[in-house]
């Protein structure tokens, strides 16, 4: 009977640490990604006494460029711009820059797999849950994965500039990536993420094939939703030759934020532990590629 007692007391004491863990790796996430989308929604200041208002304007994006650029540096991984100024059909000009990171392979291998999110917004949207979330939750799983010691292929990380204009930025970087012939296995994009007003922490997949929705079923321990209506970036990705898989809250079943594209899309909107719940999802996806 004493030996029971014990054997059920020392499984109590695991759970609790268990739980406690678990409750600690949550609390860590979101912290880290309260800061990003904090600085990025105007809620914090992003340098001195800065604080954006959106991320629309030329110069409000080229401070978040600066900001997402020293964020990867500080990361340890290698930044990088990709700067562009070119016209539309209409001759309008953009100038704009995709800032990304590579995280080499720590073995001889010419595979890539692409984790995304764009960082500009609609004019006057401060921007939370279109697309600051997205933003947080890629520099979180890339930081993870700069700190992993084994990666048997190569990853790239990209904050998009310009994609609430025809989604120039991801043009111009698919356009870099078929130029200098980079081996792209997958690009996985995140938007609309922090919203999740039923609190069942679903998830929502729109894949160019069933392996990769697949790879994020296996991972997740919430609903997954399949969205049947192509948006206007994975077909860019598709027709340019590249598997891809876009990650976001429950939009077929109308969970998703009302505030998208307004001034009412506020940090303050954001359910950090949807974020960080969907963070763990991604990063365990970006862990089973990289062994």
């Known amino acids: 009977m004493k030996s029971y007692t014990c054997k059920i007391l020392l499984l109590c004491i695991c759970y609790v640490q268990w739980g406690f863990s678990q409750s600690t790796k949550e609390d860590q996430i979101i912290n880290f990604q309260k800061d990003i989308v904090g600085k990025l929604t105007g809620h914090i200041p992003i340098k001195?006494?800065?604080?954006?208002?959106?991320?629309?304007s030329t110069s409000e994006r080229k401070i978040v460029a600066d900001f997402l650029f020293d964020a990867l540096k500080d990361a340890n991984i290698d930044a990088k711009r990709n700067s562009y100024n070119v016209q539309n059909k209409k001759g309008k000009q953009y100038s704009g820059s995709n800032i990304y990171g590579i995280i080499p392979a720590t073995v001889d291998s010419d595979e890539y797999v692409v984790l995304a999110a764009h960082y500009d917004t609609a004019e006057d949207s401060p921007g939370a849950v279109h697309n600051a979330t997205g933003i947080a939750?890629?520099?979180?799983?890339?930081?993870?994965?700069?700190?992993?010691?084994?990666?048997?292929?190569?990853?790239?990380?990209?904050?998009f500039d310009h994609q609430e204009a025809n989604m120039i930025g991801c043009r111009?970087?698919?356009?870099?990536?078929?130029?200098?012939?980079?081996?792209?296995?997958?690009?996985?994009?995140?938007?609309?993420?922090?919203?999740?007003?039923?609190?069942?922490?679903?998830?929502?997949?729109?894949a160019s094939n069933i392996s990769l929705e697949s790879?994020?079923?296996?991972?997740?321990?919430v609903p997954v939703f399949k969205r049947d209506v192509a948006t206007a970036e994975s077909k860019i990705f598709s027709e340019l030759g590249y598997e891809t898989i876009t990650i976001t809250s429950e939009l077929k079943n109308g969970d998703?934020?009302?505030?998208?594209?307004?001034?009412?899309?506020?940090y303050t909107t954001v359910n950090f532990k949807y974020?960080?719940?969907?963070?763990?999802?991604?990063?365990?996806?970006m862990k089973t590629y990289a062994r």
């Open 48 to 56: 001195g006494k800065k604080k954006l208002k959106s991320r629309f």
């Open 137 to 159: 939750l890629t520099h979180y799983v890339a930081s993870k994965l700069q700190a992993l010691p084994n990666r048997s292929k190569n990853f790239i990380v990209v904050f």
């Open 172 to 206: 111009m970087f698919i356009k870099k990536m078929k130029k200098e012939k980079y081996n792209i296995l997958s690009m996985h994009r995140v938007d609309y993420m922090g919203w999740d007003n039923d609190e069942d922490r679903a998830i929502e997949l729109l």
């Open 215 to 221: 790879a994020y079923r296996l991972e997740s321990s």
């Open 256 to 266: 998703n934020s009302p505030f998208v594209n307004q001034t009412s899309d506020k």
């Open 275 to 285: 974020l960080a719940s969907t963070t763990e999802i991604v990063y365990s996806v």
